[in-house]
């Protein structure tokens, strides 16, 4: 089955930095892009990140672009998402989604404020 | 404000076929896929239909997507309780080079 379990998520202060894992399962992590997605209370859905299968194409969302980085460790079945100078707007429920989001998980909340 | 317009609401009885519309342009909708997904109150999203009209194994054939132009629409007939639920469109954007989703619309069964 697969199944993508998020961490790292927790209340931070303005200016703070977090990094969120997804840990893969019941696939073959190198075999797949990645993206994280977010979603603050209440709103829509946000593309964040995407990662290609070797990891050498990345894209960012212009939100995110110059303070958050994503990266992944195939051997571990793991994927990151580095964030950096986080803002009160940053406080979304963060998902790492498969491919073109054909499998999420549940997601890892984070909260910024101070 | 996304460069993927849905309307944010719609609704229908049940047995009825409903439409969700998803506008963009030619640097999206009109020279990329869609996809659709719904997400149920308090849930993570669930792929409903990718490259515009293909379901993936395990939903239901209520389920169609179409695609014409810049616009992409997904449909649902035989509307049912359980399809009450928030659906978002997605493509890539060249002239953003990235994801994006639409604004995201929520269905009312009545």
């Known amino acids: 089955e697969v199944q993508m379990v998020e961490s790292g998520g927790e209340l931070v202060q303005p200016g703070g930095s977090l990094r969120l894992s997804c840990a893969a399962s019941?696939?073959?992590?190198?075999?797949?892009?990645m993206n994280w997605v977010r979603q603050a209370p209440g709103k829509g859905l946000e593309w964040v990140s995407y990662?290609?299968?070797?990891?050498?194409?990345?894209y960012y969302a212009d939100s995110v672009k110059g303070r958050f980085t994503i990266s992944r460790d195939n051997a571990k079945n793991s994927l990151y998402l580095q964030m950096n100078s986080l803002r009160v707007e940053d406080t979304a429920l963060y998902y790492c989604a498969r491919g073109w989001f054909d499998s999420w998980g549940l997601g890892t909340l984070v909260t910024v404020s101070s | 404000q996304s460069v993927l317009t849905q309307p944010p609401s719609a609704s229908g009885t049940p047995g009825q076929r409903v439409t969700i519309s998803c506008s963009g342009s030619?640097?999206?909708?009109?020279?990329?896929?869609v996809y659709w997904y719904q997400q149920l109150p308090g849930t993570a999203p669930k792929l409903l239909i990718s490259?515009?009209?293909q379901r993936p194994s395990g939903v239901p054939d209520r389920f169609s997507g179409s695609k014409s132009g810049t616009s992409a629409s997904l449909a649902i007939s035989g509307l049912r309780s359980e399809d009450e639920a928030d659906y978002y469109c997605a493509t890539w954007d060249d002239s953003l080079r990235g994801r994006v989703f639409g604004g995201g619309t929520k269905l009312t069964v009545l």
């Open positions: 490259r515009n009209n």
């Open positions: 990662i290609s299968s070797s990891g050498t194409t990345i």
């Open positions: 030619s640097s999206n909708v009109g020279t990329k896929d």
């Open positions: 019941g696939f073959t992590l190198s075999s797949f892009e």
